[in-house]
């Protein structure tokens, strides 16, 4: 049973960061796209990164490209988003996500429903 558990959420002024790591237990990350989303208030739950499995390849969501940064360290089993320059738009509970599907070094999902293991959440909240 994978279990994923984040943390570094927390409180901050707008123009602030955060990093958020995403710890892994039960099973390797390696081989394995992890994703980041978010789920606002009242909202749907929204992509915000993705990164493949060997670190090759990464997505962002329009509203945090430039902003944001996604790793990994496979060797620690731990994802990172590095996030910079935050709004208060960016307010949410943030997750991350394993797929447990294998694929090549440079491909991952976006989509929520292909992510088969989710963590608890971390809440970020951005002060204006």
């Known amino acids: 049973q994978v279990q994923l558990v984040e943390s570094g959420g927390g409180l901050v002024q707008a123009g602030g960061s955060l990093r958020l790591s995403c710890a892994a237990s039960g099973r390797t990350i390696n081989r394995h796209a992890m994703g980041w989303f978010r789920q606002a208030p009242g909202k749907e739950r929204e992509i915000v990164a993705a990164?493949?499995?060997?670190?090759?390849?990464?997505y962002y969501a329009d509203s945090v490209k430039g902003r944001f940064t996604i790793s990994r360290d496979n060797a620690k089993n731990t994802v990172y988003l590095q996030m910079n320059s935050l709004k208060p738009e960016d307010t949410a509970v943030y997750y991350c996500?394993?797929?447990?599907?294998?694929?090549?070094?440079?491909?991952?999902?976006?989509?929520?429903?292909?992510?088969?293991?989710w963590g608890q959440g971390t809440q970020v909240t951005v002060s204006s």
């Open positions: 990164i493949s499995w060997s670190g090759g390849s990464t």
């Open positions: 996500a394993l797929d447990q599907a294998y694929y090549s070094g440079t491909y991952y999902q976006r989509r929520a429903s292909e992510y088969d293991y």
